[in-house]
């Protein structure tokens, strides 16, 4: 079984400071948590 331990906020962070290293383009956590609040965006993966 594999079970996650992050919080959220880490998530969050994982995520913006992916796309400021992947892409040179920086993004605010609000927007990724609308995108979360929307629906639909539940792999972090795929968010990114």
Do not use: C, H
């Not at 919080?7 to 995108?35: L, N």
Request: charged residues 25%; without cysteine.
């Amino acid at each position: 079984m594999n079970v996650s331990t992050e919080s959220p906020s880490s998530s969050r962070r994982a995520i913006v400071e992916s796309v400021e290293y992947v892409y040179g383009d920086t993004i605010e956590r609000a927007d990724v948590q609308a995108f979360k609040d929307a629906g639909g965006f539940n792999n972090d993966w795929e968010l990114t």
